[in-house]
Every structure is written in structure tokens, then in C-alpha cells.
């Protein structure tokens, strides 16, 4: 039997919100669970008795919620959740008006800053005001060009104060990233920095910011937020430009009037990675978000008011979304924008013991980096605030794991979520009632049918399958943009199984409820048929110091697949036929033969995504001489070029 990595002490499981929950539903529905587990079968066979339970025990607010929780349930999609509700999302995220921090922010060393509750309220109803008096209503689109900073949080909240439909990239895509996504919803409303801080360097956009506006001729107003000091300049440089200060400063404060709306009112478009064309345009509601982000933080997360909770993201990945409904539980929200290791590996760490943040989130390919730096955050730092680390993004190794007990911090609750831009949340994650094992990902999320299906849609106890989930849930997204017939939507999602939810992931369940993610399914290797995760080969190697990062593809040879495993070798190391040699071997005995490489290559670079994933499909079609069709989705596109016409992989 495994041994638990960490298991949470009889307070914590006392005091836990999850707890409160089950008292709650035994109390109100004369029950008698007694697990997470009993708690979370009962979520998804009673959904209706759950989400109206949630709705309450959350606190969500609005001016009317009706008798109806679901609507055609059994529809996945179509099932419709308070279909008389009308509320406000932004109303849910400003709920107090006091002196205490709403919002503290850190731009590498170069910035600080700090919005109270109050004055988040007051900035909020200023901007408001200015894009009413400019015509904006509900279902107008406002595009951000942004930082993770104040200004973004205070300008989607007075858009969503309206019913207005939030857009939001990074400020380091390109022209043309900008274009593919922002083109297709003709924003009323562009909102941009004039430049932001990128380890140690300051990289000016108003150039770029200047050829997308020329190219979106839906927008009526710019309005340029100043981060480096020059936002006057660019924005007089800009048809129908103004400066963030200055429009906001047209108004002075009121009470915020919060537009009533459906609960399935879109609220948020995100967009799909796009390295294999032209990105999705995913439409989310204000009322799915919510309760979506309810569950997953107060629950799943243990989030109470007071905390103060950092998630390390840009505004072109979903988890800046997901930490804006942290308002909503009353927290405090850390923003940080920029490298998190300028100028130093401990920057993060510093500012949560600064700010005394109580959740540290990340991604997984940050705690490996951090990991090889070979220093250790628990030696330097307190860290005594942090109950819980939280990481997103990609499968996070089991030697990870070990690195954050190890490492970071012995008595925190190590919650490893996944999910995706699809849903705005996740599917599984983390329990702060229940212990942590090496590898896994404790269980399934409350209100979600997530199970293991094999390649004939049946339901598989162990081994290595596609992610479905089996039930509805509100933060299904309404559609597609510009998909009148939902085409697009169905083919992403439904078309491999009828009525379920195939997500497009390799999983298999614990002999503990728990799971393990192997990767995107339509990544998946299949040398000699059989199906291999590349995540079960990432976490052999990059375990090794030589190594930085890898990257496996399927190489089409001989009428079969081969596997070729790409490598970032470490500073100083050399691939030579010795360390080949060693890499197969503890890829043999930690994997299997199956997963061992026919072709090892090293490279200088591996190209990622804006939001930081490796792009497996991209480099894929460059090794079989296929047209990347949009490199602009990447943060380095100039990586690709090193896969081209590589000699090794030509015998």
C-alpha cells in the first residue's frame, strides 16, 4: 500500500468548506454521507439537489433565481441551469466596499501596487460609466492586449457590470495572434498597455499595437493602459485613443449599476491554443463561470474570506479567469506579471511571504524548472502563510511531487487540478480533506461526471483511456463563436461519443479514486498500435539532471510509428552515445520497452504555446514536412525551424 506524501490534520478536515457542505446536504436532504467520496457520487446522481444546494451555501447573488436549477439534464450539450435566473457576475466579485486589499500587484521589480476593496468598487463604476456613455451594452465584445495586472481586473469588471463579452491576451503575442483571435469577434472596445517587463528587459508594443488597430475596424475606442509611463503618447498616436487615467478619470464614482442578465449570458470568449489552425473562439456564461469557479475554490480549494491567493498566469491563459472569481469568495488576490525567475529563481517566493499568500498556484513546468536550479525554496523562505500549492498547465511528475514536500514546503496541501480553456475549470484536482499520493491527482471535482472510457465507450477501472465526462455541468460553454450551427462545437467535443463530453486527454484512475493524466490523446504515440502517453516518457527523463525539458513525437517510418524523443539538454551537458544509452534504460525500467525511443535528439530550444505548453502536433508536422498553419499561437515560434530537415530522423 502507498504511502501518502501528505495528509491533512482533524482541524483542517473539521474546518475544511467541503465539510461544511456535506453537514449542509445531510441536514437539508435528511442524508447520511460521510466521505468526499459518498459526497461526490451524490453531486453527479442528484445534480439538480446539488447546484441549488451550491447556489446557496456559496452565496451567489442576484435579483432573482427562480424555481428551475436544470433543464434538459440529460442533454450534454443543451442542459440548462437556471433558466429563470438573472444575476450579475461582476456583482458576485464586488462584494465588499472597505479599506482591506482587494488587489496587490508585483511587475518583476519594476512595479507595485495595491487596490482596496473600496477602490476597486469606485474605479469599477467610473469605467463603467465611460464605456456607457460611449454606447457599449450588453453583448458588446472588449478586447484586452494586457498585463495580469489592476487595470485588466477592473476593466473586465466593468464590462461584465454591463453584460459585455471579455477577450483577453498577453501582451507578448504577436500581430497576427492577436489578429486570428480578436478579428473574429469585432471588439467595440480595445483595451492595450504600451508595453510591459520581461526579465529584467522593457518591450515597447505600441508598434504592434498600432497594425492591430488599423486592422480592426470594429472598434470605436482605445484605451491604453500605462505601464511603462508613456500611454499618452500611444494613445494619441491611435484612432479614437485615450488613456486609461483619463477615461476613467471622466466620471467620478457612483454605486455600480450591475445589469441583471441569464445565467447563461456570455460573459468570457477564450480561445483554443491554435497550433493546428486558426483559434477556437470558446464562448463561456457569466452564470457557468461562477458556479463553475465556486465549487472548484471554495470547495475544492478551501478558499475563505481573507486569503490571499496567487496564481501565477498571463491574461491569454484560462487560470486569469479562473483567479478573478477568487473576488467572489472574498479574498485577496496577488497578480504578478512578468518572469518568475527575474531577477531571481526567488522572486515568487518572496512575494508570497510578503503579501502572507495562503494559496501559491503555478504550473507544472515551472516547479520542474524550479526543481533543476538545485535550490530549495523551504531553506531561504518561510512560507508559513502557504497551506496549499496548486499546479496547472501539464502532468505534473511524480518527482515533482517529491520536490514540493521536498523542497517547498512538508505540511501543505499539494492540489494538482486539470482541466482545460474548454470548460473554464477543471475535471479533477485537488481535496484538502483527502491525503496526497505520489503521482496522482486526488479525485474527481464535485458536479463532475469524470470518468475513463476505452476506444469503445466503455467504462475502465485501470489502464490507459480517453477523459469523458458522463454528466452536464454549467461551465459547458455555450458554443462556438461564428458556429450558427454548432458544428464546430459538437465535432470538438461529442462527435467520438454521443452525449458525453470526450475531452482529449489520456487518463487512468488509482487503485484510489485518485488519476493520472498521460497527455493529450490527440498527441498520444501508437508505435506497433499500442497507445503511449508522452507524459510517461517526460516524467522518466526529465527526472534526470541532464536534462532541461523533452518532447516526444510519433514519426511516421516503415509503415509503422516510431517515437523520437526531442531534448533541452541542461548547460554544459552533451548528448553523447553513453547518455543515449542511459535514457533508454531508465525509460525502459520506469515505462516500459514500448516507450523507449527509436531516435533521441537534442535540440536548443522546444517550441510552447503562449501560456507555456509544449507544442507536441506543431512538431509533429514539421518533422513530416506538413505547414505549421499558426505559428503566431506560440511564444517562440523561431524553435520550430530547428525540427526541419534534421539528418537523424532520416534513416
Known amino acids: 500500500m502507498a504511502t501518502p506524501l501528505w495528509e491533512p490534520s482533524a482541524d483542517r478536515i473539521r474546518n475544511a468548506n467541503v465539510t461544511r457542505l456535506m453537514s449542509h446536504v445531510n441536514e437539508r436532504y435528511g442524508l447520511g454521507l460521510n466521505s468526499y467520496d459518498a459526497l461526490q457520487r451524490y453531486s453527479i446522481e442528484n445534480s439538480e439537489e446539488f447546484w441549488s444546494t451550491i447556489w446557496d451555501f456559496c452565496g451567489v447573488r442576484a435579483s432573482e433565481r427562480g424555481e428551475r436549477v436544470i433543464v434538459d439534464g440529460d442533454k450534454i450539450p443543451g442542459a440548462k441551469y437556471f433558466p429563470d ?107 492595450a498597455c504600451d508595453g510591459y517587463y520581461y526579465n529584467g528587459k522593457t518591450i515597447d508594443i505600441s508598434d504592434k499595437l498600432a497594425q492591430v488597430v488599423a486592422e480592426l475596424p470594429s472598434l470605436e475606442r482605445v484605451i491604453v493602459i500605462s505601464y511603462l509611463g508613456h500611454a499618452d503618447k500611444v494613445a494619441a498616436a491611435l484612432p479614437n485613443g485615450i488613456t486609461f487615467e483619463e477615461f ?23 480561445f483554443s491554443s491554435g497550433t493546428t489552425g486558426v483559434p477556437k473562439c470558446i464562448v463561456h456564461s457569466a452564470g457557468g463561470v461562477l458556479l463553475k469557479h465556486l465549487v472548484e475554490q471554495q470547495l475544492q480549494c478551501d478558499i475563505k474570506p481573507g486569503d490571499r491567493v496567487f496564481y501565477f498566469s498571463t491574461c491569454g491563459w484560462m487560470m486569469w479567469n479562473w483567479l478573478m472569481s477568487g473576488l467572489a469568495c472574498e479574498a485577496t488576490l496577488l497578480l504578478f506579471d512578468g518572469s518568475p525567475f527575474a531577477p531571481s529563481e526567488r522572486v515568487l517566493f518572496d512575494y508570497a511571504d510578503e503579501e502572507q499568500a495562503t494559496i501559491f498556484g503555478t504550473s507544472a513546468k515551472y516547479i520542474d524548472a524550479l526543481k533543476k536550479t538545485g535550490w530549495k525554496p523551504n531553506e531561504t523562505h518561510s512560507l508559513q502563510s502557504v497551506d496549499t500549492v ?28 486539470s482541466g482545460g480553456t474548454d470548460i473554464c475549470g477543471c475535471f479533477v484536482g485537488g481535496v484538502p480533506v483527502l491525503p496526497v499520493y505520489r503521482g496522482e491527482i486526488q479525485a474527481s471535482f464535485l ?5 475513463v472510457w476505452d476506444e469503445d465507450g466503455k467504462h475502465m477501472d485501470g489502464g490507459k483511456g480517453e477523459l469523458v465526462c458522463t454528466v452536464a455541468f454549467p461551465s459547458m460553454p455555450i458554443g462556438f463563436w461564428n458556429d450558427p450551427e454548432g458544428e464546430k462545437y ?56 541532464e536534462v532541461m525539458e523533452a ?22 551537458v552533451v548528448l553523447d552515445d553513453e547518455l543515449i544509452g542511459a535514457i533508454k534504460k531508465r525509460v525502459r525500467t520506469g515505462a516500459s520497452p514500448r516507450h523507449v525511443p527509436a531516435k533521441i535528439v537534442a535540440v536548443a530550444d522546444i517550441p510552447r504555446t503562449k501560456s507555456g505548453k509544449i507544442t507536441e502536433l506543431a512538431v509533429r508536422d514539421v518533422v513530416h514536412g506538413r505547414e505549421v498553419k499558426n505559428k503566431e499561437a506560440l511564444a517562440n515560434p523561431e524553435a520550430l525551424d530547428l525540427f526541419r530537415n534534421i539528418s537523424e530522423l532520416q534513416n
Open 447 to 451: 458536479g463532475m461526471g469524470t470518468d
Open 85 to 191: 435566473a438573472r444575476l450579475n457576475y461582476a456583482e458576485n466579485l464586488l462584494r465588499r466596499r472597505d479599506a482591506t486589499p482587494a488587489l496587490i500587484f508585483r511587475g518583476e521589480d519594476k512595479a507595485r501596487s495595491s487596490v482596496s476593496w473600496a477602490e476597486m468598487h469606485d474605479k469599477v463604476s467610473s469605467l463603467q460609466q465611460g464605456l456607457t456613455a460611449m454606447g457599449f451594452t450588453q453583448g458588446d465584445r472588449i478586447a484586452a492586449i494586457v498585463p495580469n495586472m489592476p487595470e485588466s481586473a477592473l476593466a473586465m469588471m466593468a464590462a461584465a457590470s454591463l453584460g459585455g463579452i471579455w477577450s483577453s491576451c498577453s501582451p507578448d503575442f504577436g500581430e497576427r495572434g492577436v489578429l486570428d483571435r480578436f478579428g473574429q469577434i469585432e471588439p467595440k472596445v480595445l483595451i
Open 490 to 545: 459538437h465535432n470538438a467535443y461529442f462527435a467520438r461519443f454521443d452525449n458525453i463530453w470526450c475531452h482529449g486527454d489520456f487518463a487512468e484512475w488509482t487503485e484510489r479514486g485518485g488519476m493520472v493524466i498521460h497527455g493529450r490523446s490527440d498527441a498520444t504515440l501508437n508505435p506497433g498500435g499500442v497507445r503511449i502517453g508522452t507524459a510517461e516518457i517526460y516524467a522518466q527523463v526529465e527526472a534526470m539532471d
Open 551 to 572: 518532447l516526444a513525437i510519433g514519426q511516421q517510418w516503415d509503415s509503422d510509428v516510431r517515437v523520437v524523443l526531442f531534448l533541452r539538454m541542461a548547460e554544459g
Open 248 to 270: 476613467a478619470g471622466e466620471h467620478a464614482p457612483a454605486d455600480v449599476a450591475f445589469t441583471q442578465l441569464p445565467f447563461d449570458h456570455p460573459l468570457y470568449i477564450l
Open 390 to 417: 496548486m499546479s496547472t498547465g501539464s502532468p505534473l511528475a511524480p518527482e515533482s511531487f517529491d520536490f514540493v514536500y521536498e523542497g517547498i514546503k512538508k505540511d501543505v496541501h499539494l492540489s494538482s487540478i
